[in-house]
């Protein structure tokens, strides 16, 4: 089974930027999609951005025009790059695989926005 781990969680106040990482354990196949989902507290897991080979990101209406997702395929890594970030934003953020009908997950970082 594939291994994600993530980083760069931490608090934040209103209007600033942070950038996650996710590095997975083995190879990533760029065809399969990574991205980033979140979970903020008392709501449903939703996703935020998803990125694959071939393909325009996709993000969340929410956070389109704020945050940019990018891939590094050589370093099998996903990274979300939050600016103008709100205190709706506070979330975990979980990374994920996409690779054909299975999907991997990683444990979460912690993003809390607040003044």
């Known amino acids: 089974q594939v291994q994600l781990v993530e980083s760069g969680g931490d608090w934040v106040r209103p209007g600033g930027s942070l950038r996650l990482s996710c590095t997975a354990s083995?190879?990533?196949?760029?065809?399969?999609?990574m991205g980033w989902y979140r979970q903020a507290p008392g709501k449903e897991r939703g996703l935020v951005a998803t990125?694959?080979?071939?393909?325009?990101?996709t993000y969340a209406a929410s956070v389109r025009g704020r945050f940019t997702i990018s891939r590094d395929n050589a370093k099998n890594a996903v990274y979300l790059e939050m600016n103008s970030l709100k205190p709706e934003d506070t979330a975990v953020y979980y990374c994920?695989?996409?690779?054909?009908?299975?999907?991997?997950w990683g444990q979460g970082t912690r993003v809390t926005v607040s003044s």
């Open positions: 083995q190879t990533i196949y760029s065809g399969y999609a």
């Open positions: 994920y695989v996409k690779a054909e009908s299975t999907e991997f």
């Open positions: 990125l694959r080979a071939g393909r325009d990101p």
